[in-house]
């Protein structure tokens, strides 16, 4: 049995136990972006409910066009004004370099990705570039509220840097 | 008090019951592709535990060149081989079209994005696109193992469409 049948297992508990549909607006009006990794359970780490928060999650926590394309969406059709950034300790971005990611993909595929793999050497800095990024972009409209943390995977807490 | 506030407040309560930290790699060597929707709780919906699974996730749980960026970190450096799609039932993305995404932030800010929102008008499709581009991609080593889900926010089930 692959591991994805394993979880489809999981969801039919989960949903004898389910009471919906709730509303599609976040009701906090709350956005989040969130590194990928494995050890952040952002639902567990902030208390989230469900209906709360838009999550969005990515290797780094990073924002590329990509997260400026869902926090658009997020805030102009769906109502969210605050924006959670979480990076965290022991990243797997802080591991390898642009350069050397991408040599390793074109030596075994012969093809050299066009986008930028978003290693970063200093987590503090990547968490301040992403708010930079938000705050320039001309389509999020709110970013009053926009606060960036790290997650220590030791302690289980957040940091804010920025 | 912002509610990004009361979630900090939530995190000291996490940490205290908090043993960390974990392996880096993912132990079920899963990756999952999501919607940012905030009724999909991803942990609660597979049954997830700290530590097992990337967790990506945006406007729609589309496949765009951030996906691809994440899935290629993930097998390629953090050795994931199953992948697991989750679009879902009341999707604000079945609500507009790029075109009037687009021409409303324009109108408002005199700049048109030069991305694609990647709203859509069939959800099973979508899904189904979303997983040709992550077969169709040179930079995803491992591609047998992708299966693509609908979450039922009424019932809270995955109903496997490819």
Redo the contacts between chains.
């Keep these: 049995m692959?591991?994805?049948d394993e979880?489809?297992?999981?969801?039919?508990?989960?949903?004898k136990d389910?009471s919906?549909?709730?509303p599609?607006?976040?009701?906090?009006?709350?956005?989040i972006v969130a590194c990928?990794?494995?050890?952040?359970?952002v639902?567990?780490?902030?208390?989230?409910r469900?209906?709360?928060?838009?999550?969005?999650?990515?290797?780094g926590g990073v924002v590329?066009?990509?997260?400026?394309?869902?926090l658009?969406?997020?805030q102009?059709?769906?109502g969210t004004r605050?924006i959670?950034l979480i990076h965290h300790?022991?990243c797997?971005?802080l591991?390898?370099s642009d350069d050397e990611?991408k040599r390793?993909?074109q030596d075994e595929?012969g093809?050299k990705?066009?986008?930028?793999?978003?290693a970063f050497t200093d987590l503090d800095e990547d968490v301040r570039q992403s708010v930079a990024r938000i705050k320039a972009s001309?389509?999020i409209p709110h970013t009053d509220?926009v606060?960036g943390f790290v997650f220590d995977?030791?302690?289980?807490?957040?940091h804010e840097v920025a």
């Design positions: 692959s591991v994805t979880y489809l297992e999981n969801n039919a508990r989960y949903a389910f919906g549909p709730l599609l607006p976040p009701s906090r009006q709350v956005a990928m990794d494995a050890r952040l359970n639902y567990g780490i902030l208390g989230l469900e209906g709360e928060a838009h999550v969005i999650r990515n290797a590329t066009d990509d997260e400026i394309r869902s658009a969406i997020s102009r059709l769906l605050e959670i300790t022991d797997g971005m591991t390898f990611f390793a993909i595929t093809l990705p066009a986008w930028a793999a978003e001309p389509f509220a606060r995977v030791g302690t289980g807490l957040l």
